[in-house]
Structures are given as structure tokens and as C-alpha cells.
């Protein structure tokens, strides 16, 4: 009877320590899952900083490349309005220089005018006095309409220039009076060969002349010489194919280099 009631107690001893030891281990296992979620809660909340720092980090470097690329971009428009200043700046020196130039210019003018001029018709008359009436008539035409203003009169006179010039270019042939040194007047052909010769033929080619320009005055053609001078006219006016003309000349070639305008 002893015996049975200590194997009851001793089982119900035995039970009570299982339990506990039961308990106990749950409560452990609850203790490591509590302490797992609350480590990986910790972790997430770890990861969401870092996450956010990320972020931030992120968003400052993107900040800062942009505002490199704008600070390039200044530096660019900065350099490029610098070098519109700097050209801009020295189109306003030009632009001051030239009006500067224009207004001494401008005040110049009547003296240029009247220097070409003067240098023009002392040239025409101690010429050959070929056309010479037509050609100081065109230099005194600037002189015939004061209304004009003083760049138009130097055009025409530059205009006059031109043609003198193209007179030492080409051969060229007309009808006109001949005045005599006894003052009788009579028609003749006349031809004139550039710069360096200047003839006259009359009608029925039994007289004929060369103008001497050193001494400001005729000299007498042989036979041979107007039938030259004859041929030279046809040439002039296309009835003759162009040909070598054997005729006196009526300057030297020291007169014609240092003569010319």
C-alpha cells in the first residue's frame, strides 16, 4: 500500500517536472521567435535608412551634375557674349574710325574735286589734239549744274579719266576740220593710233600729216606714209582686216611712259 502511493507520487512528481520543463521550453522558443521579429524589424527599419540615404545620395549627386552642366553651359554663354562684346566693341571702332575718315573726307572733297580737275584739263590740252573740245567738255561738265553735290561731280570726272585712258587702248578714226597755220580751215580725215600716233589724210590722200608732240605741231607725210595712214582708216572703221601700219610716230616712247594719266 506504501509502495503504491510514493510510485504515485513519484509519477505525479515526474509529470509536474515535464510540464514544467514543457513551459519552460516554450516559453524559450517564444522568447527566440519574439527576439527574430523584432531583429528583423530592426533590419527593415535599417534597410529603409539606408534606402533613404540612397535616395538623398542619389538625388544630391544628380543635384550636383546639374548644376555642373549649368555652370558649363554659363561659362559657354559667357565666353560667347565675351567675344560678341570684344566684336562688337571693335565694329564700334571701325564704325568711328570710318566716320572720322568719311567727315575729313567729306570736308577734302572740293579740293580733290578741283585738283582732278585741273590736273585733267592740263593733261587734255598738252595732249594730242585729238577730240579735244569734246574732251574738255566733259571735263567742265561737272562744273554746269552746281546743284550737284561734289560725289557726283568727282564720279564724272573719274568717268572722264576712264576715257581718256581707254583713248591709249584702241584706234579710232573721224571726219573734222583741219585749221591751217594761215587760219584757213578744211575737212580731213583723221586717225589716231592709241597714244602714239595721230594723223590726218585729205579726202583725195595728196595730203597728209603726223602730229609731233614735242613740238606742238604738223609734219608732212611722203606718198608711202599716206597710203599707210589710208590703210589705217580702213582698218579703224572694219572695212580692213587689222595689219601692221609702218607710220611715224607721233611721240617717243620716253614721252608715252611719262606722260600717260
Known sequence: MLNRSFFAVRTCCLAFVLVSGALMAS????????????????QAALQQQIDAADEETRGALEELRRLERETR????????????????????????TAL???????????L??????????HWI???MPF????????????????????????????????VELEYGRDIDNWRGRLQSPEGNA????????????????????????????????????????????RNGLRIAADQRTPDLLRLPLSITVAEQQGGQP
Open 186 to 229: 578744211r575737212e580731213v580725215d583723221y586717225l589716231r593710233v592709241g597714244r602714239i600716233g595721230f594723223y590726218y589724210l585729205t579726202p583725195d590722200a595728196r595730203e597728209g600729216g603726223v602730229w609731233d608732240a614735242a613740238n606742238h605741231e604738223w609734219l608732212p607725210l611722203d606718198e608711202r606714209a599716206r597710203r599707210e595712214v
Open 131 to 162: 577730240l579735244r573740245d569734246e574732251r574738255l567738255a566733259r571735263v567742265a561738265r561737272s562744273d554746269e549744274t552746281q546743284s550737284t553735290d561734289a560725289v557726283e561731280r568727282i564720279n564724272g570726272l573719274l568717268e572722264a579719266w576712264r
Open 125 to 127: 590740252e598738252q595732249d
Open 100 to 110: 572720322n575718315t568719311l567727315e575729313e573726307t567729306r570736308v577734302a572733297l572740293p
Open 27 to 42: 516559453d524559450e522558443t517564444a522568447g527566440q521567435a519574439a527576439q527574430s521579429v523584432e531583429a528583423q524589424q530592426t
Open 112 to 121: 580733290i574735286e578741283q585738283d582732278m580737275q585741273a590736273q585733267l584739263t
Open 73 to 96: 553651359q554659363m561659362e559657354a554663354t559667357n565666353a560667347s557674349l565675351s567675344a560678341r562684346l570684344v566684336e562688337e566693341a571693335e565694329r564700334q571702332q571701325r564704325l568711328s
